[in-house]
């Protein structure tokens, strides 16, 4: 999308050096990657990154309303709301299309939004690998309201760690070795001391939590939370010694609820150029005339699972669960990543956190992921090049 860039890039770029720069991810951090990093970095230009910002700033200004709370209490299902809920979520991440307005001029249009952390550790770690790799100017960075990667580990080692010792906290997923995105955990753990750990890891005493290490039982005081219940609720024979809704003495970064209160219940209340329509669909008296040009998404189902691109009256009107839906106006992404064999649709996701005591979240940097198919996704992927996780690299 900034072509001198671009041109650079695609110049340097052969498949041999794709491969050699995997393999030196993989010498780095030894089988810890196993999703599909894609060939090329986005390069962002300043025009698209204002908007970025702008779109952003829309979503907060929502967040940031007296009633929000009031707006989502029903975003939280039945027996998974955890006690001891916070101000406000301390991490933000929103998914925009790169799309064309009707003058022809590049726009972000949201797709989805989370009050959750998302490759955070990863992210800070691409643009180093790129950068070792291919030519990429200094008039670009993956970094917006920080100088650079080390101020930006500075910025999430104070809001993870709270002033705790390291290890008084964790990281706590489901399997953490067993995800595809554990290299971000590993990461989580080389930058700022975390370990992962799954739940049938931790011990509890009353309403205090622990682990053991080398031999030692270490008492949790703060939890950085990646469990998503949507996973969760697919072993119903996993018994850990505690529940995440039990009152517990710990403090969490990321509060399970806001997973549920930042999500796609959100996108109805969002009022911005760049936010699609979107409606919960047990409100609507009357479908919208142009049914064809509207997606339907599972409220409660994450990770695009549920998402049914192509409805008819007839398939709406055989859903007995009307309230566990939304419907969301089509984006048309439009195709701005020069590969080698033609142009690639793009999605870029701003990564903000928000520690407590400050009155505005920080955007920190951003993931972006390149597609061939008609979602983004890996199922909509498969057996192309060019496609998958990446770094934006906005113009400074």
Same mark, same amino acid.
């Given at each position: ?27 780095q951090l030894p089988g810890q990657l ?13 025009g698209l990154r204002d908007k970025l ?11 940031? $309303? ?31 299309? #790169? ?15 989370? @009050? ?22 200094? %008039? ?6 920080? /100088?650079d990667a080390v101020a930006y580990h #500075? ?77 969760? #609720? ?19 970064? @990321? ?6 209160? #930042? %999500? ?17 669909? %047990? ?22 699972? @549920? ?34 064999? @033609? ?5 870029? $996701? ?41 770094? /934006?690299?906005?113009?400074?």
């Open positions: 999308m900034i072509l001198t860039p671009r041109q650079q890039f695609n110049a340097a770029f052969s498949p041999e050096s794709y491969q050699q720069m995997l393999a030196d991810v993989d010498q196993d999703f599909r990093v894609a060939e090329s970095p986005v390069f962002v230009p300043a910002i702008r779109a952003g700033r829309d979503i907060i200004d929502v967040l940031q $309303r007296p009633d929000f709370k009031q707006l989502t209490e029903a975003a939280i299902p039945a027996g998974q709301r955890v006690p001891n809920e916070d101000a406000h979520a301390e991490f933000l991440t929103f998914d925009f299309a #790169v799309c064309r307005d009707a003058h022809g001029e590049l726009e972000p249009q949201l797709i989805e939004m989370q @009050g959750f952390p998302s490759l955070y550790a990863f992210q800070s770690y691409l643009p180093e690998v790129f950068s070792a790799h291919y030519p990429i100017p200094d %008039s670009v960075s993956a970094f917006l309201d920080v /100088p #500075v910025e999430m080692k104070q809001l993870i760690l709270a002033g705790e010792n390291p290890e008084n906290v964790i990281l706590l997923e489901l399997f953490p070795k067993q995800q595809k995105t554990r290299i971000d955990f590993y990461l989580t753990e080389k930058f700022w001391g975390v370990q992962a750990l799954s739940l049938p890891d931790v011990r509890r005493r009353g309403r205090e939590l622990f682990y053991e290490k080398d031999g030692r039982e270490i008492r949790i005081k703060r939890i950085y939370n990646r469990v998503i219940f949507d996973e969760l #609720v697919r072993y119903p024979d996993l018994h850990p010694e505690f529940n995440l809704i039990d009152d517990l003495d710990v403090t969490w970064v @990321g509060h399970p609820n806001w997973f549920f209160r #930042v %999500s796609k219940y959100t996108l109805p209340f969002i009022k911005s150029q760049y936010a699609p329509p979107s409606y919960f669909l %047990s409100e609507l008296k009357n479908y919208p005339a142009d049914l064809e040009n509207y997606v339907l998404k599972p409220l409660f189902s994450f990770a695009g699972a @549920g998402v049914k691109l192509h409805i008819t009256a007839a398939n709406l009107d055989a859903l007995s669960d009307k309230s566990n839906y939304l419907l969301q106006r089509k984006v048309q992404y439009e195709p701005v990543v020069l590969s080698p064999t @033609g142009l690639v649709k793009c999605e870029i $996701r701003l990564l903000y956190i928000w520690p407590h005591g400050q009155a505005e979240p920080k955007l920190l940097t951003g993931l972006a992921r390149l597609s061939r198919g008609e979602m983004i996704g890996v199922d909509f992927n498969k057996d192309k090049d060019w496609v998958g996780g990446t770094t /934006p690299l906005f113009e400074k």
